[in-house]
């Protein structure tokens, strides 16, 4: 990243990783940068960077995965693996593989007296038996605390492996943020791959930067919807290559599709690289479709091509919107997801005539603000809980709020009987225009079967007393210092 950028989200100016309120009261002492830093006296679940680090590039081909860990911080892979085996199904693969693997498997012993050798082993198994182009060297809360120097590990057995070997430094404890963690991932591939050699450009291209949880389907709506530009994709890095990784230099431009997933690497790719980047909304919805695509149009001067192409799909598709909409009008509806795509929902909701009640998010900053302020606009009041995952007060909210159904991770308040779906699909359509329609139908669908929940909540039941249920949800948030 840039000089100026630790990779740690909490040193950017204005980040909130835990608070929470009214929506109003909130954008109102944002705006005045009156929100106090606070922590949680209590927490109970956090995602770590290592997470993310791991899942951004698990699908790269020719790869092995070592984390300096103990074994059980490889348990965080088991989305991204099972988003690598479905991935390779959508794409016709015959032979469906696993991602590779290893674990360094500190235990005590190499707490107290260091796991090098342990790290220098798993590199030495991971070359002898794949064979890959590229090793990933994933650190750990564990390798954090010992205080092993990875990348003298990583240097010395450089010379012994004509495999690539790349370090990512994503100890968990470093960042509450999460989307720290793919700030390491391209920290190091900026690092050791990039190292600020430029190419030629190539005229057209354009770098699109995708997470793991983008659908094959969404993968295909981008890259058709921007061929329409006269564009060609350089998707990465999910489904991606070592060779497409080293062309990033040569795009005219670059776009992400989640909005904090490649954020800070865009800015650096335009300060060194001279590549200017189109940094908006996730395509969900109809309004954040169309911000997205003029958004990208706009860096190729094909603003008028992009005009004529939305205003045949709305032809296409506004008046399905309003047959959906039919089924879902009023609707009360809670959302919890990341920071990208939770927004894109709230937005997306409007173009059904829903009522926004509540939102969890991990993130509070200026690009959040933006966004929270448009929800006012449309919604009026809601519920926000700035929250690195934290069930307990999730539940509680839900609770409180009684919504009509609950978009997101369903494994908590499923079980308050609540109908539940989630714009994260990684395994069906989700963006763009036709993804407005899939996923305004699935709602729908949800809502009016609530059969399983409600048998859910009559035979699984929440660890939480009715004391918790009845007590302030924002209770354990303290202002630092008090």
């Known amino acids: 990243m840039s000089n100026t950028y630790s990779g740690i989200r909490e040193s950017r100016p204005n980040t909130f990783n835990d608070c929470g309120g009214n929506s109003r009261e909130l954008s109102s002492e944002f705006g005045k940068r009156c929100l106090k830093l606070a922590d949680r006296s209590f927490s109970q679940g956090l995602q770590c960077q290592q997470i993310n680090s791991m899942s951004a590039l698990m699908s790269l081909e020719d790869s092995v995965f070592i984390a300096h860990s103990p074994q059980g911080c490889v348990g965080c892979t088991t989305m991204a693996s099972d988003m690598y085996r479905v991935g390779q199904a959508h794409r016709g693969a015959k032979l469906i593989k696993s991602p590779r693997i290893i674990v360094s498997n500190l235990d005590q012993r190499d707490i107290i007296l260091g796991g090098e050798s342990k790290l220098k082993e798993a590199i030495g198994y991971a070359s002898e038996r794949y064979n890959p182009k590229v090793v990933f060297v994933f650190t750990s809360c564990a390798s954090g605390i010992i205080g092993d120097d990875i990348d003298a590990i990583v240097r010395d057995m450089q010379s012994k492996t004509e495999a690539l070997i790349i370090p990512i430094h994503c100890d968990g404890f470093k960042s509450k943020i999460c989307a720290s963690g793919f700030d390491s991932a391209f920290l190091s591939i900026s690092k050791y791959i990039l190292n600020g050699k430029k190419s030629e450009k190539q005229k057209g291209l354009i770098n699109l930067f995708a997470p793991t949880s983008i659908s094959y389907k969404d993968q295909l709506e981008m890259e058709r919807m921007l061929s329409l530009l006269g564009l060609t994709v350089n998707y990465i890095p999910f489904y991606s290559t070592l060779e497409k990784i080293r062309t990033i230099p040569a795009a005219q431009a670059s776009t992400s599709i989640c909005k904090v997933?490649?954020?800070?690497?865009?800015?650096?790719?335009?300060?060194?690289?001279?590549?200017?980047?189109?940094?908006?909304?996730?395509?969900?919805?109809?309004?954040?479709?169309?911000?997205?695509?003029?958004?990208?149009?706009?860096?190729?001067?094909?603003?008028?091509?992009?005009?004529?192409?939305?205003?045949?799909?709305?032809?296409?598709?506004?008046?399905?919107?309003?047959?959906?909409?039919?089924?879902?009008?009023?609707?009360?509806?809670?959302?919890?997801?990341?920071?990208?795509?939770?927004?894109?929902?709230?937005?997306?909701?409007?173009?059904?005539?829903?009522?926004?009640?509540?939102?969890?998010?991990?993130?509070?900053?200026?690009?959040?603000?933006?966004?929270?302020?448009?929800?006012?606009?449309?919604?009026?009041?809601?519920?926000?809980?700035i929250a690195n995952m934290q069930p307990f007060e999730q539940v509680n909210i839900v609770n409180r709020l009684k919504p009509d159904v609950f978009i997101g991770v369903a494994s908590w308040s499923a079980r308050l009987g609540i109908p539940t779906t989630h714009v994260l699909d990684m395994k069906r359509p989700t963006m763009g225009y036709d993804g407005i329609l899939y996923l305004g139908n699935k709602i729908a669908d949800q809502i009016e079967n609530p059969g399983f929940n409600k048998k859910l909540a009559a035979y699984a039941r929440l660890p939480y007393k009715k004391t918790w249920y009845d007590s302030d949800p924002f209770k354990f948030i303290k202002p630092l210092g008090e």
Request: proline share 3%; glycine share 8%.
């Open 261 to 385: 997933f490649a954020d800070e690497f865009m800015k650096e790719l335009e300060e060194d690289y001279d590549i200017p980047y189109s940094h908006t909304v996730m395509p969900i919805g109809v309004r954040n479709t169309d911000k997205w695509y003029k958004s990208v149009a706009a860096l190729f001067g094909k603003e008028a091509e992009a005009e004529a192409y939305i205003e045949k799909e709305h032809a296409r598709i506004l008046p399905e919107i309003e047959k959906i909409k039919t089924r879902l009008q009023g609707k009360r509806v809670f959302i919890c997801g990341g920071t990208g795509r939770s927004f894109a929902a709230a937005a997306l909701i409007d173009d059904f005539g829903m009522k926004l009640v509540g939102l969890e998010t991990p993130t509070y900053d200026d690009d959040a603000q933006l966004d929270i302020d448009y929800l006012n606009e449309i919604h009026g009041d809601y519920v926000i809980d």
